[in-house]
C-alpha cells in the first residue's frame, strides 16, 4: 500500500507558474514509477507527465511539453510538477499516481492515486 498526499495547487493567473508536489508513504517511493494526472470538469482524467523510478526516464503530454516539468526526490519520497506558462486549459484537478510493474502514462496502468489538488488558471 502507498499513501500519496498532493498539496501546492491554487489560483494562478494565465502565463504565471505553480509547482505541486505529492508526499508519498508506506512502501519504499523509489520502487515505483510516478506519473501526473489531470481531471477538469466534464472530462476524464488525462496523462500530464511521468517518471521512471530511477528519474532518467521521463514522458510529457504534447499539451504540456515545454512548459510542465516532473522530477522526484527518493530521499524526500516527494514527487513534483513544476508548471510554468501556465494556461487557462491548464485548469483542473491535479492527481499523482503510482505504477508497479505498469505503463505510468495511462489511467489504468496506476495502482494507487492522492485525493487530488486543484489548480485553477485565470485568464
Known amino acids: 500500500q502507498v499513501q500519496l498526499v498532493e498539496s501546492g495547487g491554487g489560483l494562478v493567473q494565465a502565463g504565471g507558474s505553480l509547482r505541486v508536489s505529492c508526499a508519498a508513504s508506506?512502501?519504499?517511493?523509489?520502487?515505483?514509477?510516478m506519473g501526473w494526472f489531470r481531471q477538469a470538469p466534464g472530462k476524464e482524467r488525462e496523462f500530464v507527465a511521468s517518471?521512471?523510478?530511477?528519474?532518467?526516464?521521463?514522458n510529457y503530454a504534447d499539451s504540456v511539453k515545454g512548459r510542465f516539468t516532473i522530477s522526484r526526490d527518493n530521499a524526500k519520497n516527494t514527487l513534483y510538477l513544476q508548471m510554468n506558462s501556465l494556461k487557462p486549459e491548464d485548469t483542473a484537478v491535479y492527481y499523482c499516481?503510482?505504477?508497479?510493474?505498469?505503463?505510468?502514462?495511462?489511467?489504468?496502468?496506476?495502482?494507487?492515486w492522492g485525493q487530488g489538488t486543484q489548480v485553477t488558471v485565470s485568464s
Open positions: 508506506g512502501h519504499t517511493f523509489s520502487n515505483y514509477d
Open positions: 499516481g503510482a505504477a508497479l510493474y505498469r505503463n505510468p502514462t495511462v489511467v489504468g496502468g496506476i495502482r494507487w
Open positions: 517518471i521512471s523510478w530511477s528519474g532518467t526516464i521521463l
